[in-house]
């Protein structure tokens, strides 16, 4: 499944793409007051380096990856390649307002406030059983609310393609990956060093000019 994430300077950057109506606004918002919601999750190895998630975000995000890309035989552990440093760095190249968003919507994952309204749970996402959490996932992604199925489509499609666009995972899938040498002639910006570009689509080839032919008069 392919993520939408608008990027940066995208047209509706003012009102953000997880943002549908003013019960979508407060379910983002929704982040203090009572004990269920100031709840402490999981504490997790923070690595260094991170470009955009708190400890906090972080910790829910790694939780996500283990769920959405599990170990499995022949593939790379998430863990091994970084996956969830992978994701901050994804995050960092959005447009403000969608990563403000994401932001939220990791919290709003963690917190145990709506946890307890929407599944009856009364602990934080992050300390929960792979099974519960596998469980609160699908929830999400079966809700009849659009900004928790929105979110869980954002949540899954930034975790996959963090753990993918690893190359190290592709000879797992079978991906050779892009030939050497060889460079998109169609692609905005042409990286084939000193090579020249080739033709392709979008691409013009300077030829002087022809020259005017005579007219023929009957």
């Known amino acids: 499944m392919k993520m939408y994430l608008p990027p940066r300077g995208a047209p509706n950057s003012r009102r953000g793409f ?32 991170l470009q955009v ?20 035989e022949g593939f790379p552990a998430a863990d091994a390649i970084q996956t969830t440093v992978a994701a901050d760095g994804i995050i960092a190249m959005l447009e403000d307002v969608t990563r403000d968003e994401i932001k939220q919507l990791l919290m709003l994952f963690e917190n145990a406030l709506p946890n307890f309204l929407f599944g009856g749970r009364s602990v934080p996402f ?18 009849r609310l659009t900004l928790r199925r929105t979110g869980y489509r954002a949540l899954r499609g930034l ?57 023929v008069t009957p």
């Open 53 to 72: 998630l708190s400890a906090a975000e972080y910790a829910v995000m790694w939780a996500i990856v283990q769920r959405f890309v599990p170990a499995r």
């Open 126 to 143: 992050t300390q929960l059983g792979p099974t519960e959490q596998d469980e609160v996932l699908a929830e999400w992604r079966d809700s």
């Open 159 to 215: 975790a996959v393609a963090a753990y993918y666009g690893n190359k190290a995972t592709w000879s797992a899938v079978g991906y050779p990956g892009p030939p050497p040498g060889i460079h998109d002639p169609s692609a905005p910006v042409w990286k084939g060093g000193g090579e020249p570009r080739p033709i392709g689509n979008g691409t013009m080839l300077e030829q002087p000019p022809e020259e005017p032919k005579p007219e």
């Open 18 to 49: 997880l943002k549908k109506g003013l019960f979508g606004g407060l379910l983002l918002a929704l982040g203090g007051g009572g004990f269920l919601a100031t709840r402490r999750g999981a504490q997790v190895l923070i690595p260094p380096g």
